[in-house]
Structures are given as C-alpha cells and as structure tokens.
C-alpha cells in the first residue's frame, strides 16, 4: 500500500487538507499527517487541525508522495523549514510523488522541481516568482511525471482524485468518486 505524507503548518488551508486526507483514506491509502511540531494546527480560517504526528516522528520513514497543502501562511511555513525541503527531495530523487496545492507549488519552484515542467498554482503567485523554466497552467490540476499541483481550495477534490488516480488507477478514482455524489 501506498504511504503518503501530508505535512500540517500553522495557516494551511483546511478545506485542502482535509479534503485530501479524507479522500485519499476512503481509496484504502496509508496517509500521515504531521504537524511541524507536536502542536495542534491552527488552520487558515482558524480551525484546529490535530496532525497524527510530528514531523520529526517520521523523518527517517519511507513514502512514495508527500503532499503540501497550500494557504499562503501554511506554504511560507513549509517553504522555511528544511526538514520539508530534504523530504520533497528525498521523495522525488527516490521516484515517488510531489504534489502541491495552491500557494505549497512555491515550495516545488523553489527546490527547482518544476524547472520545464507544466505546473499550476493559485493564480499570481507562482508567476510572482519569475521563473520562466516552469510551464504554467491555468488548469485546476496538472500532471507532469510524478509532480502533480493544483489550483486552490476549489480544486482540491480534482487533485486528490488525480491523486488517487496516478497511485491506484482510473478504477480506484471512479470507486471513490461514485459515492461523492459530484455533479
């Protein structure tokens, strides 16, 4: 089974990373959410999120995607901790998945992740960057290889099926979709 790691800093934005731990738990994924201490999550709109570890926890742990929920506050704080920058790394140098939503692709700009690939972030911010190597999409979700981002809170159900989409199949997708009830 695949393991995903989605890391929870203080402003992340709740509807992102619920939504992605929910979904990808209903397709039978072993998803870890760490806190980037040992603290509750004070999410973007002021709900507290209870991560099921702290990151140091699992550091040393093996995943084959780590997912960065975005919020402008959560992606800074992702972005300026290094611990995040060496697992992003570790991750896609051993060929497993990054992904990013909303404002957390920044943290994949800044790596070099997305240097000519296709990429989407919430409109503006990746632009602001001034990288001319990232291909910008204003797709709700881009899949390039095995980086995949998204466009924001809206999308976030899109992302976490192409998520269960590139890890299990069109199968698992449509078995985990069906019962959403989406239009």
Known sequence: MA???????????ELEAVTLIDLLRRAGLEVISAGLDDQPVKASRGVVLIPDCALDQVLEQEFDMIVL???????????QDPRIHQLVQRIAAQGGYTAAIC????????????????????????????RPQVQLRDSPVVCDGRVITSRGPGTAMDFALTLIEQLLGRAAREQVEGPLMRP
Request: proline share 10%; charged share 15%.
């Open 103 to 130: 404002a957390a692709p920044r943290v994949l700009v800044g790596l070099g992740l997305l240097d000519g690939r296709q990429a989407t972030g919430y409109p503006g911010l990746l632009e602001a960057m001034g």
């Open 69 to 79: 929920p975005g919020g402008l506050a959560g992606a800074d704080a992702l972005d």
């Open 3 to 13: 393991r995903i790691l989605i890391p929870l800093a203080p402003g992340c934005e």
